[in-house]
């Protein structure tokens, strides 16, 4: 990271913004190898990671279904029925941690003896 050039007004920019915007100030660019090249990270987006791992986000809709519930019911001035719902979103949102440990530590994670690369 660098420091930003004050006619941008941010605080940083990348490495890669800096050196394509010095060539650019030269005059048009004449290659496309002289492009900066753009990252790309290897993450799996939302959708593939909820495919690979279904329970997490079903735990996090039932916690967030019960919660909503929950609110609703306590709006309508119904305690009791209010105090269930968030007992019962306490066991939801356990469910969903257990879920992710368990997604985790089957994918090495938290795999204590795990050697860096």
Excluded at 41 to 62: M, N, R
Aim: glycine share 8%.
């Amino acid at each position: 990271q660098l420091a930003c050039p004050l006619d941008l007004g941010c605080h940083s920019v990348p490495r890669d913004f800096v050196v394509f915007r010095k060539k650019m100030s030269k005059g048009p660019l004449t290659a496309v190898e002289e492009l900066p090249e753009i990252q790309t990270h290897d993450k799996p987006d939302f959708i593939t990671k909820s495919l690979q791992e279904p329970l997490v986000p079903l735990g996090v809709a039932a916690t967030t279904m019960i919660l909503g519930n929950g609110l609703v019911q306590m709006f309508k001035g119904n305690g009791a029925k209010s105090q269930k719902m968030m007992r019962w979103r306490v066991i939801a949102q356990f469910g969903t941690v257990v879920a992710m440990a368990a997604y985790a530590f089957n994918n090495g994670s938290l795999d204590p003896v795990k050697k860096p690369m």
